[in-house]
């Protein structure tokens, strides 16, 4: 079971459904209403709401009532700890495959060396 503490661990988890997918990606464009963000999607109101309170929940986006209206946002630094952890794993994995390599190719060299 994930650690329901870790901040990461929520944002994934937020990320994981894709209609919570849908409206983060609708806020990429910029704040929207709970109504605009509604629109698109296949599914109640309080679907919706539910899906944003899991959201700000995951500190991934961020509302607040002006007048009668509920304006979302994203919260601009969860996304960039989610992107930096996934940048992180990548270059992980390149510098293992450049060891890989540089072990074949020392391999090879050596295989080179004793035909000599």
Known sequence: MLNQSDPLDRAF????DPSR????ERLTRGPASVSELARPL????PAVMQHLAV????ALVASQK??????CRLEASTLDRA???LNAREW?????RLG???????AQGDDDDAKI
């Open 13 to 16: 988890q937020a990320l994981a």
């Open 21 to 24: 997918r849908a409206i983060v």
């Open 42 to 45: 296949a599914m109640t109101f």
């Open 55 to 58: 959201l700000e929940g995951a």
């Open 66 to 71: 002006i007048g009668r209206v509920r304006i």
């Open 83 to 85: 992107e930096g952890w």
């Open 92 to 96: 992980e994995r390149r510098f293992d």
């Open 100 to 106: 890989r390599y540089l072990d074949e190719a020392q």
